[in-house]
């Protein structure tokens, strides 16, 4: 076989799991992870099911891969919001921004972030643990930041980041249960930016 041959095998079956990745995703939002079948998996992909069974010996391994992977794409997409940005109000606008977006474009991702598979996933357990752990990780680290350079009030930044954490994802969820989340999404992130420097204390310029 040559290697352009194989090559072209390569990306047919990486084109195949990564429809079914994202159909499985979508599957999970609408149906719930318990009602969600297999065959739901493979018809919304539109693969067979022996390519579900080539990639992963069953459902729960699928989500549990999927939950690590898409957990991972949004820490990295809020830290990108956050890095290299001069100021707190617009290291916490862009994050939101972005987290933001992500749930108004991709709105199964957060759906399974947040609500997926909660209590039905035994496996599921710690890597929910590790991502709030993470979450909150990237949250804090711009208020210690301003911490250090006095302009936020003198607080407890991990107890501050806990709570911006909690409530920007239930403000985003509640935002996503709207009949158009997209023409909301400007001024929710407006809004979260204006809460979050209020929750801090920010007394900066």
Known sequence: MSYRSTERTRKKKDAKRTAMMQAAVRVFAEKGYHTATVRDIVSA???????????????ETLFVHLYEETAEFVLQ???????????LPKQISTAVQAYVNIGVYEPAVVHLLLVGGVGAVPALIERRARFRESLVNVW??????ALEKGLILPQNTRQSAEALSGAIDEVL????????????????????????LRAVAFVGV
């Open 140 to 145: 804090q680290s711009p208020l210690d930041e």
């Open 45 to 59: 992909a539109d693969v067979a099911v022996g390519t579900f069974y080539f990639y992963f010996p069953d459902k």
């Open 77 to 87: 997409a809020i830290k990108q919001g956050i890095k290299g940005r001069a100021t």
């Open 173 to 196: 969820l509640h935002l996503l249960d709207k009949m158009d989340p997209q023409a909301e999404a400007s001024a929710t992130i407006v809004e979260l930016t204006d809460f979050s």
